[in-house]
């Protein structure tokens, strides 16, 4: 596991240190990158697909600490409560089958993307994980998360995004 930490830590520094001389501008009040997907039903998606609705864009991996402590509270955001939210929780260069047995052994229900290219993680120019975006139903970026949430501050920023 050290092996794979290693290596992922090591990928997502090369992919910051080449994604700083390009791309659009990714800040508050920018309209979000959009990208494909393909479901956990095997359908092919956008992030653009969900416009119309807000999105949080949770990007983590099993291996971090602070984003096995935090998904607990990502997880909570697809309560009925939050039922105009759409939460997609981007899993950063691991196998399904890795997520999965993680996903089985936590009991944390989540909708997974798959990065295991880093496609969507360079077009965000992730560099440090956890990190969330919540993006307003006209695809515009309302905030940026880079490090765990706390209970209280995730329900200021989504009810604060919510109220749009």
Same mark, same amino acid.
């Given at each position: 596991? $050290?092996? !794979?930490?290693?290596?992922?830590? @090591? =990928?997502?520094?090369?992919?910051? +240190?080449?994604?700083?001389?390009?791309?659009?501008?990714?800040?508050?009040? !920018?309209?979000?990158?959009?990208? /494909?997907? %393909?479901?956990?039903?095997? !359908?092919?998606?956008?992030? $653009?697909?969900?416009?119309?609705?807000?999105?949080?864009?949770?990007?983590?991996?099993?291996?971090?600490?602070?984003? =096995?402590?935090?998904?607990?509270?990502?997880?909570?955001? %697809? %309560? /009925?409560? *939050?039922? &105009?939210?759409? #939460?997609?929780?981007? *899993?950063?260069?691991? /196998?399904? @089958?890795?997520?999965?047995?993680?996903? @089985?052994?936590? !009991? #944390? %229900?989540l909708n997974v993307v798959m990065d295991q290219d880093y496609r969507i993680s360079q077009l965000y120019r992730i560099n440090a994980i956890p990190q /969330?975006?919540?993006? &307003?139903?006209? @695809?515009?970026?309302?905030?940026?998360?880079?490090? +765990?949430? $706390?209970?209280?501050?995730? *329900?200021?920023?989504?009810?604060?995004?919510?109220?749009?």
């Amino acid at each position: 596991m $050290s092996y !794979k930490k290693s290596l992922c830590t @090591g =990928i997502m520094l090369l992919l910051s +240190a080449a994604l700083s001389v390009q791309g659009a501008e990714l800040a508050v009040g !920018k309209a979000a990158p959009d990208f /494909t997907f %393909t479901s956990a039903e095997g !359908k092919p998606m956008s992030l $653009s697909s969900y416009r119309g609705k807000p999105v949080a864009l949770h990007f983590w991996a099993t291996w971090c600490g602070p984003c =096995i402590r935090e998904l607990p509270l990502i997880s909570a955001l %697809t %309560t /009925t409560k *939050n039922q &105009d939210l759409t #939460v997609l929780a981007v *899993n950063c260069a691991e /196998t399904a @089958g890795d997520v999965a047995d993680f996903l @089985g052994r936590t !009991k #944390v %229900t989540l909708n997974v993307v798959m990065d295991q290219d880093y496609r969507i993680s360079q077009l965000y120019r992730i560099n440090a994980i956890p990190q /969330t975006y919540l993006i &307003d139903e006209a @695809g515009i970026i309302q905030s940026i998360r880079i490090g +765990a949430y $706390s209970r209280a501050e995730l *329900n200021r920023d989504v009810s604060a995004l919510l109220r749009r």
